[in-house]
């Protein structure tokens, strides 16, 4: 029992910030599974969502705010999408991610501007913030409220992505870009709509996350980002539930590694975890083989 | 044009560069701004070259270049500091266990080295990978690169994760652009080489480049490792700049940095890096800093949105601008040379020709 | 061709961009000197005002722009000076120090005040070296900035101090047996003065668990569980106050009960608002309580609330810090510097600066063979979680 009590905050940590990293890197995912794209500018559009929610509740109550947040971070990412991405369908793919950490630079140093600088205090989310005790272990209720909320948006992401008209679009469209397009799919609408769902899982992770960790600085999206698109590759990158998985275990290893006193390194074997599942499976843990093209 | 007389041209013209800046550097006060952006734009524009080695020439798309730098930075501070600072800045670890310094130029040299040695262990498995894998995979072990040396068990060599500091640093201007100019001259040479073909060869086509005969693995490898040592030295170089170095400061956003020096310079193009590098440094760390200043007034109109930050802003505006609009960079994927400019000129100088003589039959 | 004609216009509009900086610095020169009767001496000013110490830098700043409001002359050599503050952004990073301080240098300020933050000091202090600039430290407590260097001075205490006065007061106050060490990789200030503590507190018999944790990190809930786990009486946290805004958040939603310590950087309201109304008991180390000098209190709490900007650099309220107390004295230090040296030229300031003694906010300020103040007291407080504001507890020195 001791040992549970002892234990059980660095599992439920884990599980917690698993979460919350899957639901950024169902965005990541999906944009590569599409467009072959690495968004580098998705941990940053995470990150924007928390600050939008540090304004917002100054002017507004917190159910409107949370519908705003929620509706000004898709509009953010289908303004990216729009703006920096599609005019460059036709470039190398290096110019499109190249234009990807240029959005991340920009949304950076304009988050930078607003705020001064400062790390920004995000408000307590009612309900959410408090505080709950299970087995002996103190923690807020957004830890154990994000792996189940995590696993039902993800049950009804992939529920659409298998039953809706949209959803056979973007599976078409990652199985063959070229071809989809023959078949009549309007690629342009399905990408803008890999974009929106992500920003919209973006926004929720976001609330959950700094709930968690309060505070919001500009550059307070890159970690996560980061990780999560790890996360991404670790599962397989193109496959939702891949994503999922992988995102639980980084989040969970992490704290592992730091329970265990090995803090200087739990960045680091996040990334240690990637390059073995790279060199020993290249496409991760549930990707598809991918078929070289001539 | 001859190729002898070319030589000539570019030997002539690095001379007289190097003239400029020494007269620069007696006429103008060494605080000026101008030394500081030319000091970091050369280191840079060494980097961002052999970056651009990989990713422009070989089309290796590697994001590991901050750690190699930080590798060739931490080699060359370590074996520099003087032996008689050692126990003030190894504060924490009684003096460390490094107990000797050697000369400069060979500490630049090792840093070069230690980073090749580290690129050829990890490009072993890496290099396997392809495109967007290979780029994370580099990210990757870089941040693990950066991770160790912070380890405070490698305290007594590393300084744990604490400044490295005391080291020899520039005393003139002139010392980065001759390493560095040897350098990028080494990579110019290599380029043009067979190693160079070969290289462009797998950039085009791997599978047709394999087919010529080319070692796809071999050759692929090379370029990682050159481009390492490279970069390990312009590490050194840069630690000479800061006068202080830490772990910390080698994050994946420098090599972002850099890469975005390649990709508006002009990817496959050496001499557009190295203008994309002396214009990159020279607006983020001087031009634009007046839109830092919260006290400008236009008559009695007080810009209020100028306030610091707004710098940044700006900056990260016109760099989106470049990738949306001005897609190939600066240079494409040519070269400046006398020659094109020479062409250049002489195509404007005989349509204005024909212009005139066009008026002056009327 | 037309990429040509385009690159050519790209090259030209940085040019002017170029030209613009310059044309706009002899305009703001000329604001200045408009003002006076023609002279005017340059204080650099050289604080983070973004990245992880931005709020301690913004409010150091604060101080010495306050300082600024007040006494905007000065008389140098039988002469009226203006004195024009020249403030520039270190970014936090110890990579964008250098160039940051190589801006102050050739602006041509006479003496450069700052910087919040070990590292960035340490990292801009060769550039100021090499130009002949002296620097007078407001906060940063490192030993290692004023070892070896002549031009270096500063006025605030050392963290072999500070370490020793919070290992003291653990022990005294909570016969604290073990502690817990939290200090932040890569940032000076954090690992020195968490080294300084073990140091202390191990001589005076106790244990120490020693942890770190990467920059960017967020999420400190393994580690205030870790704390729990070791059983320590005691955790220290020498830190940013951006991390310690979310450590104090993250320690009071998990319930933990034992005192949370640290050191000067955490004298900021960033640190009261986040423990507002929670259950955590927070103990700091700083240079100034506030009711020290009610009349400096009052004057600097009107001014912050007449200007809507430094109300939002203080963190939206009036709470006063030590932080710019030890702003404003550095002013005024720079200020007899100048007087004494009876010139602009850096040289002479450096100088002078040797024999300045100047009776602060803070206490008496006066320099050491090293460059260092010599100062022996330091000021232990309490947040108080109900009413936001600090609470005096002691004044501690250490048996030298």
Known sequence: MEWITKNLPYLMAGISVGGQYALIAIGYTMVYGILRLINFAHGDIFMVAGLIMVYAVTVMPMPL????????????????????????????????????????YLLQNLALYITGGLSQQYPAIPWLSDTVTILGATTKRVTLVTPVLTVALVVVLVLLIKYTKIGMAMRAASRDFETSQLMGIKLNSVISMTFVIGSFLAAIGSMLYFTNYTGV?????????????????????????????????????????????????????????????????????????AIDKV | MKKTTKAIWNVGLIAALLILLFLLEQVLPSSSMLFMVLKKGAIYALVAVSMNLLNGFTGLFSLGQAGFMLLGAYTYAILTIPVESRASVYQYFDGGIVQFSIPVPLALIAGGIVAAVFAFLIGL???????????????????????????????????????????????????PFIVAGICIGLIVLLINSTYGRAFKAIRDDEIAAEAMGINLAHHKQLAFVISSFFAGVSGGLLAMYQTTIQASMFRSSMTYEILLIVVIGGIGSITGSCIGSFLFIACSEWWLRFLDNSNLYIGDFHLTFMRPGFRKVVFSIIIMAIVLFYRKGIMGDREFSIEAVQKFFRKRFKKKQTVEGGSSHE | MKKRILSVLLAAAMLSTLLAGCERKPEAAADGTGSADGNVVRIGVFEPASGDNGAGGKQETLGIQYANYVTPTVEIGGEEYTVQLDIVDNESSNDKAPSAAATLVSDGVSVVLGSYGSGVSIAGSDTFKEAGIPVIGVTCTNPQITEGNTHYFRICFLDPFQGTVLANFANDNFGAKKAYVLTKLGDDYSTGLGYYFTQA?????????????????????????????????????????????????????????????????????????AAEGKNVDIYVSTFYQEGGDPEFDAGIKEWINSDSTAKANNGG???????????????????????????????????????????GVSGDISFNEIGDANRDAAYIKHANTETGAWDFVAEQSVAQ
Do not use: H
């Open chain 1, 217 to 289: 600085t500009p550059t307070a999206g890159a970690m996560p980002g980061l990780k999560a698109f790890v996360a991404a590759v670790f599962g397989g990158i193109g496959s939702i539930p891949g994503a999922v998985i992988g995102a639980f275990i980084i989040g969970i290893c992490e704290n592992i590694i730091k329970g265990l006193g090995w803090t200087t390194f739990s960045d680091a074997f996040t990334f240690a975890l990637l390059i073995v599942i790279l060199i020993a499976k290249p496409t991760g843990l549930f990707g598809e083989k």
């Open chain 1, 65 to 104: 705010a949370i519908v705003l947040v929620i509706a000004a971070t898709v509009a953010l990412g289908f303004f990216v999408e729009r703006a920096a991405y599609k005019p460059l369908r036709s470039a190398p793919r290096m110019s499109v991610m190249i234009s990807a950490i240029g959005v991340s």
């Open chain 3, 317 to 359: 309220d009036d709470t006063v810090s030590g932080l710019t107390v030890m702003g404003y004295d550095a002013y005024y230090v720079a200020l007899e510097a100048l007087k004494a040296a009876g010139s602009t030229d850096p040289a002479a300031v450096n100088e002078a600066l040797w024999d300045v003694t100047y009776s």
């Open chain 2, 125 to 175: 498995p890496v290099l396997r990978l392809k495109s967007d894998y290979l780029a994370i995979a580099t990210l990757g072990f870089a941040e693990i690169i950066r991770a160790v040396f912070q380890w405070d068990k490698l305290g007594p060599l590393t300084n744990g994760s604490n400044l490295l500091r005391n080291f020899p640093t520039f005393n003139s201007v002139l010392y």
């Open chain 3, 201 to 273: 507190f191990e001589a005076l018999g106790g244990e120490v668990v020693e942890e770190t944790f990467q920059e960017g990190n967020s999420d400190f809930t393994s580690y205030i569980t870790s704390a729990k786990n070791e059983g320590a009486d005691v955790f220290f946290a020498p830190s940013s106050t951006e991390v310690a805004a979310l450590l104090v958040e993250q320690a009071a939603s998990q319930g933990l009960e034992i005192p949370l310590l640290a050191g000067d950087t955490w004298d900021s309201n960033v640190i009261l608002n």
